[in-house]
Nanobody
Framework: QVQLVESGGGLAQPGGSLRLSCAASGFTFSSYAMSWYRQAPGKERELVAGSSSFGGSTNYVDSVKGRFTISRDNAKNTVDLQMNSLKPEDTAVYYC????????????WGQGTQVTVSS
């Protein structure tokens, strides 16, 4: 069955760094677009960073450009999110997402990992 398992969340100080990792199984990873979303309390879930299938391109929400980097390893079926210069407003539950299949009809979500940025 499809599994997306996130790890690496936790507590960081403002200005600090964290690296999230998502291990995928149960589908053809390299042919899926992989993304990281986040949801803060009382807010809608938002796309943070995305990597196209086969890793041809990446995109970021403006608020994290220059601070976050998404990377994927198609040999290991993993996608990471390196988060630097963290801010309190980055506090949220971060979710790994996979989209693929005809018309991107297949959508899978991880269980989420908490990131808290606080001094």
């Amino acid at each position: 069955q499809v599994q997306l398992v996130e790890s690496g969340g936790g507590l960081a100080q403002p200005g600090g760094s964290l690296r999230l990792s998502c291990a995928a199984s149960g589908f053809t990873f390299s042919s899926y677009a992989m993304s990281w979303y986040r949801q803060a309390p009382g807010k809608e879930r938002e796309l943070v960073a995305g990597s196209s299938s086969f890793g041809g391109s990446t995109n970021y929400v403006d608020s994290v450009k220059g601070r976050f980097t998404i990377s994927r390893d198609n040999a290991k079926n993993t996608v990471d999110l390196q988060m630097n210069s963290l801010k309190p407003e980055d506090t949220a539950v971060y979710y790994c997402h996979a989209a693929g299949g005809i018309g991107y009809r297949n959508n899978y979500w991880g269980q989420g990992t908490q990131v808290t940025v606080s001094s």
